[in-house]
């Protein structure tokens, strides 16, 4: 029996669905659709555990990724450590972010946006009379009017 084995003969692997490609946790999944499972009373990040049961401990400060962008995946050969840096910018390179109206707490619809950048730019409105006639603050207004905010619209 290899050091493989060993590892897999672990209970952990038992709600594990292990097909070509990834291995997906089968217990219950947070809203995300990432693993978790209770240790002793602690609620634990599968793919997490994971990663510590084949590579070892997590550094304080790292995350554990995935290289399949798979939340249920628990393939510790899918799994990397990161920073919280590095989550960010994979996430946005690859664009899990919502963002614009599809963000669930966006005041705005891209309409609007339009509206905004129209009626700034006729010079008659400041950003804080936009603010008060849309309802949001004279910052945001700012950031929609400089293409901070809202890029694609």
């Excluded at 990040?45 to 401990?57: F, I, N, Q, V």
């Excluded at 393939?75 to 990161?82: A, I, K, R």
Aim: hydrophobic share 35%; aromatic share 12%.
């Amino acid at each position: 029996m290899d050091a493989r084995d060993i590892l897999l003969s672990y209970p952990f692997w038992s709600k594990v669905e292990r097909a070509d490609g990834c291995w997906l946790w089968a217990g219950s999944r947070n809203k995300n659709g990432y693993g978790v499972f209770w240790i002793a009373g602690k609620r634990v990040s599968a793919h997490r555990h994971s990663y510590e049961l084949a590579k070892g401990p997590i550094p304080e400060g790292k995350h554990v990724l995935h290289k399949c962008d798979n939340p249920p995946c628990v393939l510790f050969e899918h799994l990397f450590l990161g920073t919280n840096a590095d989550n960010v910018v994979a996430r946005d390179r690859k664009r899990r972010q919502a963002v614009g109206e599809n963000n669930g707490r966006a005041v705005l619809t891209a309409a609007l946006v339009a509206e905004i950048r129209a009626l700034y730019a006729t010079g008659e409105y400041t950003q804080k009379e936009l603010g008060d006639k849309f309802g949001v603050s004279q910052p945001r207004i700012s950031y929609i009017v400089n293409y901070k905010s809202w890029q694609a619209s």
